[in-house]
Protein backbone atom coordinates (compact mmCIF):
# COMPACT_ATOMS: atom_id res chain seq x y z
CA UNK A 1 0.00 0.00 0.00
CA UNK A 2 1.52 3.38 -0.88
CA UNK A 3 1.48 6.82 1.17
CA UNK A 4 -1.70 7.74 -0.97
CA UNK A 5 -3.60 4.71 -0.19
CA UNK A 6 -2.79 4.88 3.64
CA UNK A 7 -3.84 8.33 3.64
CA UNK A 8 -7.23 7.75 1.96
CA UNK A 9 -7.38 4.34 4.74
CA UNK A 10 -7.29 7.01 8.04
CA UNK A 11 -9.85 9.06 6.47
CA UNK A 12 -12.44 5.95 6.10
CA UNK A 13 -12.82 6.29 10.08
CA UNK A 14 -14.34 9.40 9.99
CA UNK A 15 -18.11 9.01 10.75
CA UNK A 16 -19.05 12.22 9.46
CA UNK A 17 -17.90 14.77 6.59
CA UNK A 18 -15.84 12.02 5.22
CA UNK A 19 -16.04 13.86 1.91
CA UNK A 20 -15.49 17.21 3.28
CA UNK A 21 -11.87 15.75 4.93
CA UNK A 22 -10.74 13.82 2.15
CA UNK A 23 -11.14 16.44 -0.16
CA UNK A 24 -9.16 18.89 2.66
CA UNK A 25 -6.32 16.61 3.01
CA UNK A 26 -5.85 15.40 -0.18
CA UNK A 27 -5.91 18.90 -1.66
CA UNK A 28 -2.61 19.25 0.68
CA UNK A 29 -1.03 16.23 -1.83
CA UNK A 30 -0.95 18.36 -4.66
CA UNK A 31 -1.85 22.16 -3.24
CA UNK A 32 -2.99 23.66 -6.27
CA UNK A 33 -6.04 21.14 -6.24
CA UNK A 34 -6.75 22.22 -2.44
CA UNK A 35 -7.49 26.02 -4.13
CA UNK A 36 -10.44 24.92 -5.96
CA UNK A 37 -13.04 23.23 -3.73
CA UNK A 38 -13.05 20.13 -5.47
CA UNK A 39 -14.87 17.13 -3.42
CA UNK A 40 -13.62 13.48 -3.89
CA UNK A 41 -16.63 11.55 -3.38
CA UNK A 42 -15.05 7.63 -4.15
CA UNK A 43 -11.61 7.30 -4.35
CA UNK A 44 -10.53 3.59 -4.58
CA UNK A 45 -7.51 2.06 -6.44
CA UNK A 46 -9.77 0.96 -9.34
CA UNK A 47 -12.20 4.25 -9.71
CA UNK A 48 -11.77 7.61 -8.61
CA UNK A 49 -15.07 9.85 -8.48
CA UNK A 50 -14.41 14.01 -7.87
CA UNK A 51 -16.97 16.49 -8.21
CA UNK A 52 -17.04 20.07 -8.94
CA UNK A 53 -19.89 22.61 -7.71
CA UNK A 54 -20.94 25.41 -10.49
CA UNK A 55 -20.42 27.86 -7.87
CA UNK A 56 -19.18 31.42 -9.23
CA UNK A 57 -15.67 31.36 -8.42
CA UNK A 58 -15.62 28.64 -11.10
CA UNK A 59 -18.01 29.87 -13.43
CA UNK A 60 -17.34 31.32 -17.53
CA UNK A 61 -19.15 34.25 -18.66
CA UNK A 62 -22.34 32.32 -19.57
CA UNK A 63 -22.31 30.96 -16.09
CA UNK A 64 -21.44 27.18 -16.60
CA UNK A 65 -18.24 25.39 -15.08
CA UNK A 66 -15.72 26.90 -16.87
CA UNK A 67 -13.74 24.90 -19.37
CA UNK A 68 -9.97 25.03 -17.67
CA UNK A 69 -12.32 23.80 -14.31
CA UNK A 70 -13.71 21.23 -16.51
CA UNK A 71 -9.54 20.25 -17.35
CA UNK A 72 -8.85 20.31 -13.73
CA UNK A 73 -11.32 17.63 -12.49
CA UNK A 74 -10.71 15.30 -15.05
CA UNK A 75 -6.49 15.50 -14.49
CA UNK A 76 -6.91 14.94 -10.85
CA UNK A 77 -9.20 11.97 -11.19
CA UNK A 78 -7.07 10.46 -13.50
CA UNK A 79 -3.92 11.24 -11.54
CA UNK A 80 -5.22 9.74 -8.36
CA UNK A 81 -6.74 6.84 -10.11
CA UNK A 82 -2.92 6.16 -11.33
CA UNK A 83 -1.79 7.38 -7.82
CA UNK A 84 -3.50 5.00 -5.75
CA UNK A 85 -1.26 2.36 -7.61
CA UNK A 86 2.18 3.65 -8.60
CA UNK A 87 4.66 2.44 -5.98
CA UNK A 88 6.42 5.18 -3.69
CA UNK A 89 9.62 5.03 -5.03
CA UNK A 90 8.34 5.95 -8.45
CA UNK A 91 6.92 9.71 -9.65
CA UNK A 92 3.70 10.36 -11.48
CA UNK A 93 3.77 12.69 -14.31
CA UNK A 94 1.03 13.80 -16.47
CA UNK A 95 2.45 13.64 -20.60
CA UNK A 96 -0.88 14.16 -22.48
CA UNK A 97 -4.62 15.95 -21.53
CA UNK A 98 -6.94 15.87 -24.49
CA UNK A 99 -10.00 17.91 -24.29
CA UNK A 100 -13.05 17.77 -26.75
CA UNK A 101 -15.70 20.56 -25.46
CA UNK A 102 -19.04 18.67 -26.95
CA UNK A 103 -21.87 20.56 -25.32
CA UNK A 104 -22.92 23.44 -22.49
CA UNK A 105 -22.81 21.52 -19.13
CA UNK A 106 -25.57 22.08 -16.57
CA UNK A 107 -25.08 22.61 -13.17
CA UNK A 108 -22.36 20.25 -10.83
CA UNK A 109 -19.85 18.42 -13.01
CA UNK A 110 -18.18 14.69 -11.75
CA UNK A 111 -15.33 13.16 -13.15
CA UNK A 112 -15.15 9.24 -12.80
CA UNK A 113 -11.69 7.74 -13.58
CA UNK A 114 -11.18 4.49 -14.14
CA UNK A 115 -8.55 1.38 -14.21
CA UNK A 116 -8.55 -2.42 -14.65
CA UNK A 117 -7.21 -4.41 -13.06
CA UNK A 118 -4.64 -5.35 -15.97
CA UNK A 119 -3.53 -1.89 -16.08
CA UNK A 120 -2.97 -1.95 -12.33
CA UNK A 121 -0.72 -4.93 -12.23
CA UNK A 122 1.06 -2.95 -15.24
CA UNK A 123 1.20 -0.12 -13.15
CA UNK A 124 2.75 -2.03 -9.97
CA UNK A 125 4.86 -4.23 -11.82
CA UNK A 126 6.50 -2.25 -14.47
CA UNK A 127 9.58 0.26 -13.84
CA UNK A 128 8.40 2.69 -15.82
CA UNK A 129 5.56 3.36 -18.43
CA UNK A 130 2.37 5.32 -19.71
CA UNK A 131 -1.46 4.69 -19.87
CA UNK A 132 -4.58 5.81 -21.55
CA UNK A 133 -6.71 6.33 -18.07
CA UNK A 134 -10.36 6.24 -19.27
CA UNK A 135 -12.41 9.38 -17.82
CA UNK A 136 -16.08 10.00 -18.16
CA UNK A 137 -17.09 13.61 -17.49
CA UNK A 138 -21.09 14.27 -16.68
CA UNK A 139 -23.14 16.95 -15.34
CA UNK A 140 -26.16 17.30 -13.53
CA UNK A 141 -28.45 16.58 -16.84
CA UNK A 142 -26.05 13.11 -17.24
CA UNK A 143 -24.70 14.60 -20.32
CA UNK A 144 -21.27 14.16 -21.29
CA UNK A 145 -19.97 17.93 -22.25
CA UNK A 146 -16.28 17.04 -22.19
CA UNK A 147 -14.87 13.63 -23.97
CA UNK A 148 -11.21 13.50 -22.56
CA UNK A 149 -8.09 10.89 -22.75
CA UNK A 150 -5.73 11.44 -20.19
CA UNK A 151 -2.28 9.61 -20.35
CA UNK A 152 0.27 9.20 -17.26
CA UNK A 153 3.69 7.96 -16.92
CA UNK A 154 5.08 7.33 -14.03
CA UNK A 155 9.27 7.18 -13.75
CA UNK A 156 11.64 6.25 -10.71
CA UNK A 157 12.35 8.98 -8.08
CA UNK A 158 15.82 11.03 -8.65
CA UNK A 159 17.88 9.97 -6.40
CA UNK A 160 19.27 13.68 -4.75
Same mark, same amino acid.
Given at each position: #??? /? !? +? /??? #? *????? &???? =? &?? !????????? &???????SFEKIEPEEV??SLKNNRSVQN??????????????? *???? =???? /???????????? @???? +??? +??????????????? @??????? +? @???????????? *??????????? @????????????
Amino acid at each position: #MNR /M !S +K /MIQ #M *TDKIP &FGKV =F &FR !SKILGNVVP &FTGTSSLSFEKIEPEEVIISLKNNRSVQNHIKQVHACAMGLVIE *TATG =FVVG /MNVPDDKILLIK @ELNL +KYV +KRSSGKIKATATLTQ @EQIEEIK +K @EPRGDISVPVTL *TDEESKEPVKA @EAIWAWREKKKD
